[in-house]
Structure formats: C-alpha cells, structure tokens
C-alpha cells in the first residue's frame, strides 16, 4: 500500500448507528487531516493531528469524535448522526502542517 | 471573515488554453496551493505560490499577486483529462487552510 487509505469507500448508515471511517497513510508524515467535502461547498476542516496531538478542532459536533492512536492512523469515530452529515469525508497527511496535503480517496457517507 | 472565490464553472475546449482565477480575503496569508480533483477521487497536489509571480511545471502555471489578493492556474494543451474541478487554497495567519468551493471544468472535443 502506497499513500493514503481509507475505508471503508462507502458507508450508509442509520441516524442510530455507530461506525468507525480509518484511514491510513504509508508516507512517513506528522501531520493528518479530516475534512468534510458536500457538494458545491468548500472542503470543511474537522480535525487536525500534529505528531499525535489534536490541534485544531473547528467546533465540529460531538457526535463526530477523533483518534489517532499514532502517526500513521486515524479514526473518525460516528454515532447519532444527522441526514445532512451525508457528505465525502476526506482524510489528508502531510510532513509538517505548513506542506502541503496528500488526500486518501475519501469514504462516502449516507445518513438514513 | 476568510473567503476564497472562485467561479463554479468554465468550459474550454481540448487543445486550447484555460486560465482559471481565485481571488481571496484571509487573516494573513503563508502561501496559495491549487489542487486538481477528478469526479468521485481525493484532491491531487499541482501547485504553490508565496512570492509573486508565475510557477511554470509542464503543461500547468500558477501565479500570485499577494497585493491584489489574486491567483490563477493557468493550462495550456488541454486535453479531455484535464475534465475535473479545480480546488483554490490559501493558507492563513495560524497556517490553517481556506478553501474555495472548486471550479468545475468540463473540456469539449
């Protein structure tokens, strides 16, 4: 495996569930990303990890809730959800947080 | 507050040369960065401005006026895989990243 993962690709789950979205990446970086992508919109920056410690955290609900148990993992842990939490949530590393990002292929999230 | 503009679509045609413009309006700025995203795939890396000026890598220019709050990404050649939309970013005084919605461009034979 080469760059950045994520699975699963597709995900439809109901307003009760919980579920785990993991990506990985196999680049040696420091840094990784959660972002929001909906259509037509902007890419919305959940979380940012920095050598394993969370350092932005834009006022994302609680419903959404990270982990990175090391630099080359993190989990974007999800229960309660909300239909309009359907979106392509993207995961992204980089060396440091001032290079720029390789993203993961994203997963594909439905909320029932 | 931080806003990145960019318009939503442009058509071209293969073969010809496109410029797509990104204007924006941040709290500081550490640099702008233009991604290429595909239908249903992640956002690829193509370029990064911090001085004024032009970056010329292959087929692809970026250029930057930090006075004029202005970028474009410039294509040249276009070929029906340049089809994809185009992602503005500008990194900000705390070097968080501020991105544009993306301008959508379709190339017709």
């Known amino acids: 495996e080469t760059g950045v993962t994520q699975t699963p690709r597709h995900l439809v789950m109901g307003m009760t569930n919980k579920k785990s979205l993991k990506c990985e990446q196999h680049?040696?970086?420091?840094?990784m990303y959660w972002y929001k992508q909906s259509a037509k919109k902007p890419l919305e920056l959940m979380f940012v990890?920095?050598?394993?410690?969370?350092?932005e955290n834009n006022s994302v609900p609680s419903r959404f809730s990270p982990e990175c148990p090391n630099s080359s993992h993190l989990f974007l842990h999800l229960h309660t959800l909300q239909p309009e939490d359907s979106a392509l949530y993207l995961c992204?590393?980089?060396?440091?947080?001032?290079?720029?990002?390789?993203f993961g292929p994203g997963t594909r999230l439905t909320v029932l | 507050g931080q806003n990145i503009d960019q318009p939503t679509e442009m058509t071209a045609t293969e073969g010809a040369i496109v410029q797509i413009n990104c204007t924006y309006q941040?709290?500081?700025?550490?640099?702008l960065f233009w991604y290429q995203q595909h239908a249903g795939e992640a956002p690829t890396f193509l370029s990064y401005?911090?001085l004024d000026g032009l970056e010329e890598k292959g087929r692809f220019s970026s250029f930057l006026s930090r006075s004029k709050g202005y970028s474009y990404l410039l294509l040249k050649e276009l070929q029906m895989k340049d089809s994809a939309s185009y992602l503005c970013?500008?990194?900000?005084?705390?070097?968080?990243?501020?991105w544009g919605a993306g301008t959508k461009l379709i190339i017709k034979p």
């Open positions: 992204a590393s980089s060396h440091l947080l001032e290079h720029e990002q390789f």
């Open positions: 680049l040696g970086h420091n840094a």
């Open positions: 990890y920095s050598l394993e410690e969370r350092v």
């Open positions: 941040t709290s500081g700025f550490n640099g």
């Open positions: 401005n911090v």
């Open positions: 970013a500008v990194r900000d005084s705390n070097y968080q990243l501020i």
